[in-house]
């Protein structure tokens, strides 16, 4: 992926807490220096990056909020400043607010599009183009398994990973042979939103093989990807098969009847 005399370096979105830090302390376990970006959450930021710098690679913390367009433009730049040619983007980072066709504004909509779809799109062409001729680079997108199994819940949020899906092909065609653009799928993998604990662990074992994913598991399948350099266009659904069981709604609204009815 880069020159014997380069190191790897990654930019992860979103990579503050959550799956997002999962992932780039994997990647750093693997040989990678990590660009943790964030929004608002600098002090866990920071503690990732102590993390990473303990496992024996660089890493730098950013900010950047994804509604600004000049701002997400010079994010690449501002990675590779701090720690040299970045030869990976993980397209963590993702607004998920609930909201339905009753509820559905054209605020919700541009708020999703503009983190979950259009910064994506703009860090892949900014990588694109920072990708020397010869040299290939990678971009994961994250997805979710609603995608595989649609319902009407979380209705601008599954509008915006739907397109980032489609936009995974699209830039896979469009930007080959420099780059390679696949996705990962997760299932219910935190808890998020206003689930309980309660809540969470039902939901968290309603798939076939009775587990949904971890954030570690999430963080393999990206490795995977990685590292997979004849793979591109693709989509990995990482769920515990989760997308098998159709839902009238989001499992987080399932599970929820299901406690309140004990």
Not at 73 to 86: I, W
Not at 129 to 151: F, I, R, W
Not at 164 to 185: N, S
Not at 241 to 249: A, K, M, N
Request: charged share 20%.
């Amino acid at each position: 992926m880069t020159t014997a005399d380069s190191r790897n370096v990654a930019l992860v979105t979103g990579a503050a807490k959550r799956i997002g830090r999962v992932i780039a302390l994997a990647l750093a376990g693997r040989g990678w220096d990590v660009v943790v970006h964030y929004r608002h959450s600098e002090a866990d930021a920071q503690a990732t990056v102590r993390d990473i710098q303990a496992l024996g690679q660089r890493a730098v913390a950013l900010p950047c909020d994804f509604s600004d367009e000049n701002a997400v433009k010079g994010l690449l730049r501002r990675a590779v400043a701090a720690l040299g040619p970045v030869s990976c983007v993980v397209n963590n980072a993702s607004i998920f607010e609930h909201d339905s066709v009753e509820q559905f504004s054209y605020a919700s909509l541009d708020a999703h599009m503009r983190t979950n779809l259009a910064a994506p799109i703009l860090l892949a062409r900014a990588l694109h183009a920072d990708t020397p001729e010869g040299s290939q680079s990678v971009v994961v997108n994250l997805l979710d398994q609603k995608l595989v199994n649609l319902n009407p819940s979380f209705l601008s949020y599954t509008l915006s990973k739907a397109a980032l899906d489609t936009t995974t092909v699209m830039l896979a065609q469009e930007l080959a042979p420099k780059l390679r653009v696949v996705g990962v799928a997760p299932g219910i993998t935190l808890v998020s939103a206003d689930m309980t604990e309660e809540e969470f662990a039902l939901a968290h074992t309603v798939t076939p093989l009775g587990k949904s994913s971890t954030p570690e598991d999430i963080a393999a399948a990206v490795c995977f990807l990685i590292e997979s350099r004849a793979i591109t266009g693709a989509r990995i659904t990482v769920d515990g098969g989760q997308h098998l069981i159709p839902t009238r709604q989001d499992v987080m609204f399932v599970a929820k009847a299901t406690t309140s009815g004990k």
